[in-house]
């Protein structure tokens, strides 16, 4: 069994390392890859201040490669017996080139190690939420303007307001990713710095080259303060939590709309069978499960910011092993914020539109407004105007007219889909992604 990092004389209590080690290793398999891309950086700067001979360098740098592919397949393992992803990699470099692997812990501590493993992680998992964002939106957008024209009754107080449409419906949900990826930008440049270096929070009498390490990770900048870096630990994680619950937000409103929209009541909306399951007593039944667990998932996900709060909100500033508990709810939450975007995106694709919705006459009160505007452009004041349709309403008398003129920006008549696409696609390019690949790319393949 292997010795720990830390480990001297006194050997630890069997249930007192089951207890405070718990699902760290099993969450440590999320980092593996970004823990030897982050090792990579520190020995090439390490080499470049004197610590490693360059023939070191190479070696480690070759077998360090080996172990990322090995990584990046899925194929990596935390032996029994090992604390953490940190120990394995040393632990592999040692079996594999001796006390040379000892020397890649000169200058930093498993403090900055996991610092820098979570900001990595963190940068690529938003990468791969920006981009199932993006299909999501794309499958909105192109729904809003597909049925643009679809009248359906617009709601306040879950009572028939005034005329809506498909067009609307679709457009807003895009709209509302559109503010969602701006704070997912924001979370993304707090992720984007490099704690690499502050070791255990209080810097080194190594003369490291942070620059350096910032450069060769493709960070935009460094967490400069050794104090603050650490600072960092759950703050990082609590500000991408929010804006990974800002999509989930959307999403659980929208999948509110569906259910109800699909129900027999509205008839507004037909999913696809296959995106509903059945009843074992009754034979009608086709029920939106896969739409209630996306709310009930997505509620899940909303609850991750306040959980991280309450883990970090009492501690001081250093690090403590509260910390190691966000990992449990925090690095799984990145897949299944995916697995819901994509699951939605493919029933919004598919699903079926009723286009005769507004022809229904219960609906008909929808159009009081559109009459009594119309009567005030014929020169009758608003308020009489008002008075006479409410009147008409009362005693059973009003008829409405169906023709809709809504011209304003962002009205039934005026979507501004081009405008809603142009504000998401220019906050997306915002997002330098390229960097931090060709980073990578000079670490792996040099």
Known sequence: MASKLWEKNVKVDHDVEAYTVGLDREMDLYLAPFDVLGSMA???????IGLLEEKELKVL??????????????????????????????LMLTRSLGDIGKKIHSGRSRNDQVLVDLKLFIRSRIEDVAMAVKRLFDTLIGQSNRYKDVVIPGYTHLQVAMPSSFGLWFGAYAES?????????????????????????????????RAMTTKLLGFDSMAYNVVYAQMGRGKTERIVAQALAGIAATLSKLAFDA?????????FIKLPDEFTTG??????????DVFELTRAKCNKLQALPMEITLITNNLPSGYFRDLQLIKENFLPAFDSIIDIINMV????????????????PRYKLMYSVEEVN??????????????????????????????????????????????????????LAKFDFNTYHEAFDKLINA
Not at 75 to 90: L, M, N, T
Request: glycine share 6%; proline share 4%; net charge negative.
């Open 42 to 48: 520190h020995i090439t700067m390490l080499q470049s």
């Open 61 to 90: 740098l070759k077998e360090l490669r080996k172990i990322y592919k090995v990584a990046v397949s899925g194929e990596f393992e935390i032996e029994e017996g090992v604390e953490d992803v940190h120990s394995q990699v040393e």
């Open 177 to 209: 990713l559109a503010d969602d990826l701006t704070v997912l930008r924001a979370a993304y440049e707090v992720a984007n710095r490099n704690p690499l270096g502050s070791a255990a929070g209080y810097g080194s009498s190594f003369p490291l080259n």
């Open 259 to 267: 259910c109800m929209f699909n129900s027999q009541n509205f008839g």
């Open 279 to 288: 009843s074992s007593i009754m034979p009608h039944k086709k029920n939106p």
């Open 345 to 360: 995106d493919s029933m919004l694709s598919q699903v079926k539109v009723n286009t005769d919705v507004a022809t229904d």
């Open 374 to 427: 119309r009567r005030v452009v014929e020169g009758t004041p608003f308020r009489d105007s008002y008075k006479q349709v409410g009147l008409e309403i009362e005693a059973g008398n009003f008829e409405p007219r169906y023709d809709i003129n809504h011209t304003h920006e962002g009205s039934i008549g005026n979507l501004c889909n081009d405008e809603i696409a142009e504000l998401f696609n220019s906050t």
